[in-house]
């Protein structure tokens, strides 16, 4: 099966939602939370990608609870926050187009019929609809900022207890980087002295590729901005008290974090 477009070439109809979640768009903060994955949509035209509903209700499709977090951690932080809508499995907005995985024919043992043997086209026009406009916007919102106040990017993802055929995995929550460790290792040394009965993961279960990730290396790393990526075990904190208190957690963490790094950063006197 190949992608099926719109009689206009166009990828998403106009019932289709906007790629683009955004929640306290107004608000003013030198923190600014992205979710690549917060939503498993697919546009109509691609006919759920000839998959059953569950395989996209599943990790495969999106980071389950993710943007839920992401969502609680702005509140905590006073700041703005940016998900992805649409499944990772239409295009991938944490990764390069080149990476083998930007639009994945196959997942945690999963075959993925509509992603077989895709056109150019029908790769740009997923880029052009879902992608583009998701980092537009991170990037339009860093701009405006201005180097007055240096953001701080805090990427929320979550990770599935063990995959088909890996592993189970013991972290309940992982702190994630690329080569500027700065603020991950700040928020790691918080952690681990204040999440009481959580496994936390340094770099586990994934660390910022450089190569094939998108999110991270395009807005953070290349420009030189602090920033953490948090990897939470999808099968935890489903209550909604349990959440804000995680959330409540990782946004001191957070914040220890930038004020270390800020103080770090200032000229003597």
């Not at 900022?145 to 995995?169: A, D, K, N, Y």
Request: proline share 7%.
């Amino acid at each position: 099966m190949s992608s099926i477009m719109l009689h206009n070439g166009a990828l998403l109809g106009p019932f289709d939602p906007h790629p683009v979640l955004i929640h306290g768009m107004d608000r003013e903060s030198h923190f600014l939370i992205v979710c690549d994955h917060a939503g498993n949509s697919v546009p109509a035209s691609l006919d759920n990608l000839g998959l059953a509903p569950e395989p996209l209700a599943d990790h495969i499709g999106w980071d389950v609870n993710a943007w839920s977090l992401a969502i609680g951690l702005a509140d905590r932080l006073g700041a703005p926050g940016f998900g992805q809508r649409y499944s990772r499995l239409v295009i991938d907005c944490n990764r390069q187009i080149s990476a083998a995985d930007s639009i994945a024919p196959h997942s945690d043992g999963i075959h993925i019929p509509g992603n077989q043997g895709l056109a150019k086209h029908h790769v740009a026009r997923r880029h052009e609809a879902i992608l583009a406009p998701y980092h537009n916007q991170i990037a339009n919102h860093i701009s405006m900022l201005g180097m007055q106040t240096p953001p701080c990017i805090v990427s929320m993802h979550t990770f599935s207890r063990r995959l088909t055929l890996g592993p189970e995995r013991p972290w309940h929550v992982g702190v994630i980087s690329g080569p500027d460790g700065r603020m991950r290792l700040s928020v790691l040394a918080y952690l681990r002295q204040n999440a009481d009965g959580l496994v936390i993961g340094d770099n586990q279960p994934y660390q910022v590729g450089m190569e094939t990730d998108y999110t991270l290396p395009m807005h953070a790393e290349a420009a030189g901005h602090p920033y953490v990526e948090f990897e939470v075990r999808n099968d935890l904190f489903d209550r909604r008290a349990e959440r804000e208190e995680l959330c409540g957690l990782l946004a001191n963490a957070v914040t220890y974090a930038y004020e270390s790094l800020s103080l770090t950063n200032r000229e003597p006197t």
